[in-house]
């Protein structure tokens, strides 16, 4: 994946999906701007990051390049991936 936040050009406007979730159902009490964009390597998919009022907690939008479409979204809890204290810190 691929950090393409500074040029990437909108594929398709996500919010009426965004904005048609249930954040009471997915346990999130707000949502933020995008934070991120990444680009998977053979340009197939975006995975839009989004802010959210919960700790460590991201909405990602995953992006369809070639259909111009949303694919899906998932929570990426950081906290429950890598642990509140930096679990990617463990020593070997």
Do not use: C
């Not at 691929?2 to 965004?18: F, H, M, R």
């Not at 907690?57 to 509140?84: A, C, M, P, Q, R």
């Amino acid at each position: 994946m691929t950090d393409v936040t500074a040029t990437a050009e909108a594929a398709l406007d996500i919010w009426p999906y965004v904005n048609a979730l249930d954040l009471d159902e997915i346990g999130l009490p707000s949502l933020n701007d995008v934070g991120h964009v990444y680009r998977d390597a053979r340009n197939r998919f975006d995975q839009v990051l989004i802010g959210t009022g919960r700790f460590n907690t991201l909405l990602v939008i995953v992006v369809d390049l070639g259909k111009s479409t949303v694919f899906g979204h998932f929570l990426l809890d950081l906290n429950k991936e890598y642990g509140s204290s930096g679990g990617h810190l463990r020593t070997v």
